[in-house]
C-alpha cells in the first residue's frame, strides 16, 4: 500500500512568513511523528500524535511551533514568525498503533528554507 | 542526559564487509533501531534489536549488548549503493519517540 507522503517536497519562504507542512501517515497507522533534521545531523524529535492527541509534545523548539491532527489521520506542522533557523527537512513518520517494539516508517520529508 | 555515538564517516571497498559501532546512554531503553539514508531522501528502516544478541536479515546484521550500551550494524559484500549515511537510533523511557545519532556516511569505493 502507499506509504507515508508529506506535502510540499520543497517549500522557500521568507523570514517571518506562516508556514504549514502536511503528513498523510499509512492508512491505519495511529502513531505519528514529527521530526526535524539539518545537513549533516540525524533527525532530532518534535511531536509524537496518538489518535488525534499529542502524546509528547517535548520537541517543539518553541512557542512558534504548533501541530494538530483533529481527525487522526492527516497531520499539519504549523510555523508562524519563520526564522532562517527553521531551515531544515521536516520528516513525518507513522507507525500501527505506538506501541514501544515498532517500527516507524517515515515520509520523503518537506525541505523547508527561510530567507 | 541522552547521547548516540556513531562515526561521523567511513569508506570501505565494493564486496567488503565493514562495522558501524553506536553506543548509548539513554534514560530508558525501549529498542535499538538501524536506519538507512541516501541523500535528500527519507531514513529507511534496516533493522531493529531489543535483546542482546545478533540479529541477521541478508547482507545486513545488527549486534546488541544493552550492559555495553553498545550496537553495531554490519554490511557484507558491500555494493555501491550501499553508500549512503547509517542511522543509529534508540526508543527510550516512556514515550515513543526516537533518539537519533548524527549517522555515519559511508563511501563504497570500486
Known amino acids: 500500500g502507499a506509504g507515508v507522503s508529506q506535502t510540499p517536497s520543497n517549500k522557500v519562504t521568507e523570514k517571518g512568513k506562516y508556514v504549514e507542512l502536511r503528513c498523510d501517515p499509512i492508512?491505519?497507522?495511529?502513531?505519528l511523528y514529527w521530526y526535524r533534521q539539518s545537513l549533516g545531523q540525524g533527525p532530532e524529535f518534535l511531536i509524537y500524535?496518538?489518535?488525534?492527541?499529542?502524546?509528547?509534545d517535548s520537541g517543539l523548539p518553541n512557542d512558534r511551533f504548533f501541530a494538530v491532527r483533529p481527525e487522526g489521520s492527516v497531520s499539519t506542522l504549523k510555523i508562524q514568525r519563520t526564522e532562517r533557523g527553521d531551515s531544515a527537512m521536516y520528516l513525518c513518520?507513522?507507525?500501527?498503533?505506538?506501541?514501544?517494539?515498532?517500527?516507524?516508517?517515515f515520509g520523503p520529508g518537506t525541505r523547508l528554507l527561510v530567507l | 542526559g541522552q547521547n548516540i555515538d556513531q562515526p561521523t564517516e567511513m569508506t570501505a571497498t565494493e564486496g567488503a564487509i565493514v562495522q558501524i559501532n553506536c553506543t548509548y546512554q539513554?534514560?530508558?531503553?525501549?529498542?535499538l533501531f538501524w536506519y538507512q539514508q541516501h541523500a535528500g531522501e527519507a531514513p529507511t528502516f534496516l533493522s531493529y534489536?531489543?535483546?542482546?544478541g545478533l540479529e541477521e536479515k541478508g547482507r545486513f546484521s545488527s549486534f546488541l549488548s544493552r550492559s555495553k550500551g553498545y550496537s553495531y550494524l554490519l554490511l557484507k559484500e558491500l555494493q555501491m549503493k550501499d553508500s549512503a549515511s547509517y542511522l543509529c537510533?534508540?526508543?527510550?523511557?516512556?514515550?515513543?519517540?526516537?533518539?537519533f545519532g548524527t549517522g555515519t556516511l559511508l563511501a563504497v569505493q570500486p
Open positions: 534489536n531489543v535483546l542482546d
Open positions: 500524535f496518538q489518535g488525534t492527541g499529542a502524546a509528547d
Open positions: 537510533a534508540v526508543k527510550g523511557g516512556a514515550t515513543n519517540k526516537l533518539i
Open positions: 513518520a507513522s507507525s500501527p498503533s505506538g506501541t514501544k517494539g515498532e517500527t516507524q516508517y
Open positions: 539513554t534514560s530508558g531503553f525501549n529498542g
Open positions: 492508512s491505519g497507522h495511529t502513531a
